[in-house]
């Protein structure tokens, strides 16, 4: 099994949209979780952090469940801007290294 | 907003040469690691390195593989022989602390073309 995984995509989702995605992970020992995102060609870039008792920032919304190791994206009224891939990371407890998920492409359309 | 920097952006290297990738950290930050992004894949984990040594690697990370802190602000991936499968995207990322929590800022990326 995987360490991260996650849908491929793409979402295609029409402007103004909601949009959501999981991503399992196999490590119940899993400390941290974020949701990156990733232009194509570019740098992963910090989205948001995931915690226990889940988080919103702005349209964004995480959450994550334990019990059944998975952690979730929502997207709100999507912009064009959105699109992108949105990479699941995942830091274990024992060391500080960052486990990335294959990532989920998004495409928002007009 | 302070950043990771990554030089040089784009290398182009032949098959067996060597090559030095360089990056300077966030001036705060205590860990520096190493990822690297083959094409169409996913990013993986290379080396991590805290107080002047590795604090892990991977098992991509072998002998051809070495990391370096030559003065307060670099920190350089220098692979020894190049093969044809290093070619990647190298990023460079540094993190103020290992905490749980503790967010990851990358750099920009080298990309590295062996022919």
């Known amino acids: 099994r995987k360490e991260v995984e996650q849908d491929p995509g793409p979402f295609n989702v029409p402007e103004g949209a909601t949009v959501a995605f999981n991503c399992t992970y196999s490590n119940s020992a899993s400390q941290s979780f974020f949701w990156y995102r990733q232009d194509c060609r570019k740098e992963p870039k910090l989205l948001m952090s995931?915690?226990?008792s889940g988080n919103e920032d702005g349209r964004f919304t995480a959450q994550l469940n334990r019990a059944s190791q998975y952690i979730s994206l929502l997207i709100r009224d999507s912009k064009l801007s959105d699109s992108a891939t949105y990479l699941c990371v995942v830091k274990g407890a024992a060391g500080n290294k960052l486990t990335f998920g294959g990532g989920t492409r998004v495409l928002v359309k007009p | 907003e302070p950043e990771v920097t990554q030089t040089p952006s784009h290398q182009v290297t032949q098959m067996g040469q060597e090559v030095i990738l360089r990056c300077v950290p966030i001036s705060n930050h205590l860990y520096f690691y190493w990822y690297r992004q083959i094409l169409g894949q996913k990013v993986e984990f290379l080396v991590s390195f805290y107080n002047n040594e590795i604090s892990e690697k991977s098992e991509i990370f072998d002998d051809q593989f070495s990391v370096e802190r030559p003065d307060g602000s670099n920190f350089t991936l220098k692979i020894r022989s190049t093969k044809l499968e290093d070619s990647a995207m190298y990023f460079c990322a540094s993190s103020e602390a290992r905490l749980v929590g503790t967010e990851a800022f990358f750099g920009q990326g080298t990309r590295l073309t062996v022919v």
């Open positions: 995931v915690y226990s």
